[in-house]
């Protein structure tokens, strides 16, 4: 039973880890890319958005960790099956 604890924890350790380098990216780019951006979106905004490329890039970032979190939401599979079908 340890084993499966230190390797969930380790998984949980790698992904906090490459969430931290994904931010730190995301705060590089922002500290290097202080012009102005376009963003037009016909179909959805009628006028053309106006804004800093680090807000541009913070938004899609949250954009996309939003659509992960609720693509991969849910789809955790419960250990009391593998135990239901090794009792049968």
Do not use: W
């Given at each position: 039973?340890?084993?499966?604890?230190?390797?969930?924890?380790?998984?949980?350790?790698?992904?906090?880890?490459?969430?931290?380098?994904?931010?730190?990216?995301?705060?590089?780019?922002?500290?290097?890319?202080?012009?102005?951006?376009?963003?037009?979106?016909?179909?959805?905004?009628?006028?053309?958005?106006?804004?800093?490329?680090?807000?541009?890039y913070?938004?899609?970032?949250a954009?996309?960790v939003?659509?992960?979190?609720?693509?991969?939401?849910?789809?955790?599979?419960?250990?009391?099956?593998?135990?239901?079908?090794?009792?049968?």
């Amino acid at each position: 039973m340890c084993g499966a604890n230190s390797i969930m924890n380790a998984k949980l350790l790698l992904k906090t880890l490459f969430f931290i380098v994904i931010l730190l990216l995301l705060v590089l780019m922002g500290m290097h890319n202080r012009g102005s951006v376009d963003f037009t979106l016909p179909p959805l905004l009628k006028n053309h958005l106006q804004q800093p490329a680090a807000i541009m890039y913070f938004a899609f970032f949250a954009i996309g960790v939003l659509t992960g979190t609720i693509m991969t939401a849910g789809t955790g599979k419960k250990g009391g099956s593998k135990s239901s079908k090794s009792e049968k």
